[in-house]
């Protein structure tokens, strides 16, 4: 099974007000008043369209947007997150602004690494959004990350 999520996480208030100045922005709902803005479809191929291309270390994080999230944190913190895994194997990339400022990241996990000991990128990225991992789940499950497999799915 697969397993692909390219997005920005934020307080679902922030995200939603944020994306309102967006076109093709649209939002979807996670746990504990959380909020994605999956980067797929127009929104995505409007982004991308910028000529800055690719912010260094990212697969498809547009680098004219990162002064945008910047932005955008400094009413909260805003992470952008890259997580694609095949059979148990994958990659993940994130980054998460606080207060108009990089504040954790980029960090990047290669397939083959060790997950460090302070836990994936993801798993840092939402402890930085406020989530928890709480009894035997951990902080993906929390969020709620784990109700869909692909970017596209959130928005159906």
Known sequence: MSYVL?????????????????PSARTAPLRH???????????????ITDSSGV?????DL???LVPTLAE????GPVAYV?????????????????DGRLALGPLH???????SAQGSPVARALRELG????????EFAVAGLDQHRESESWLS
């Open 82 to 98: 890259e997580s694609e895994y095949f059979g148990g194997t994958g990659e993940e990339n994130t980054a998460v602004w606080r």
């Open 109 to 115: 996990l290669l397939e083959g690494d060790p997950v």
């Open 55 to 59: 912010y260094p270390g990212f697969w």
């Open 72 to 75: 955008w944190s400094k009413v």
């Open 33 to 47: 008043g959380l909020a994605l803005l999956p980067m797929v479809g127009a929104f995505f191929r409007e982004l």
């Open 6 to 22: 390219k997005a920005v996480a934020a307080e679902a208030e922030l995200l939603t007000a944020a994306a309102a100045g967006l």
């Open 131 to 138: 989530i928890q991992p709480a009894g035997s789940s951990d």
């Open 62 to 64: 547009p680098a004219g």
